[in-house]
């Protein structure tokens, strides 16, 4: 069974709307989380590093101000797009390491496709 | 530079074959770890099979194995008896430290090969 649960799936809005996307870790704790951006027939881009009790690490060129992430507790990382605009539409991808050892999967969550219209 | 390098686009292979899909990366971390990943039309990520840096065997997963050169810094994923459904985007991902030394380990990915199983 899954062991990240990402919600919701799919969302489709209009322009100017803010969405939140939700990932939890199921029967563990992950005092890190990874957000993922994947364009169409391209591979995961890696946005931000979610931590819990302290701030979002974010990759070059990702607006922090645009994707606001918050760690609200040791199994749910939240991603909120704000005021998105259609070029924001992709899908969106979260993972937890289930440790902190090279070793250690890192499993994902079935990711959400956001279309802003 | 590229850390994690596929490069096969996308490759055929008819069901019940096997298939051999290419990856090589770049790394001076001694102590790093190779998944390699699934991703079906759908876009779940699946988790196939892992190689330590350190394990001196070739991993296996039932119909998956990979062919670990350390030298050579490769670690192709073999796949045994195609099926259709194994028809989907797979992708190579190494983890290892970030460059700052602190941290948790990040997860790059390569861009993936799209395997298409003909019946």
């Known amino acids: 069974g899954a062991v990240v649960s990402q919600h919701p799936s799919r969302v489709i809005c209009k322009s100017g709307t803010s969405v939140k996307i939700e990932c939890r870790s199921l029967?563990?704790?992950?005092?890190?989380m990874f957000w993922y951006r994947q364009f169409p027939k391209q591979s995961l881009m890696l946005m931000a590093t979610?931590?819990?009790?302290?701030?979002?690490?974010?990759e070059q060129g990702v607006e922090k101000d645009k994707f606001l992430i918050n760690h609200a507790s040791l199994t749910l990382s939240t991603l909120t797009v704000t005021s998105a605009h259609p070029e924001d539409s992709s899908f969106y991808i979260c993972?937890?390491?289930?440790?902190?050892?090279?070793?250690?999967?890192?499993?994902f969550g079935d990711g959400t496709r956001l279309s802003i219209l | 530079a590229q850390k994690i390098t596929q490069t096969q686009p996308g490759m055929f292979v008819q069901e019940k074959e096997a298939v051999t899909l290419d990856c090589t990366y770049d790394?001076?971390?001694?102590?790093?770890?190779l998944f390699w990943y699934k991703q079906p039309s759908s876009g779940e990520m699946i988790f196939l099979i892992y190689?330590?840096?350190?394990?001196?065997q070739n991993a296996t997963e039932g119909r998956y194995s990979l062919n670990f050169q350390k030298a050579r810094k490769s670690a192709n994923l073999v796949i045994s008896a195609s099926q259709l459904g194994d028809s989907a985007m797979y992708f190579c991902?190494?983890?290892?430290?970030?460059?700052?030394?602190?941290?948790?380990?990040?997860?790059?990915f390569g861009k993936g090969t799209k395997l298409s199983v003909i019946p």
């Open positions: 790394t001076s971390d001694p102590s790093y770890g």
């Open positions: 029967d563990f704790q992950a005092t890190t």
């Open positions: 190689q330590g840096s350190y394990d001196q």
């Open positions: 991902a190494m983890r290892e430290l970030p460059h700052s030394g602190a941290g948790s380990y990040q997860l790059t």
């Open positions: 979610s931590n819990e009790g302290s701030k979002a690490t974010y």
């Open positions: 993972s937890a390491p289930q440790g902190s050892y090279s070793n250690q999967p890192q499993h």
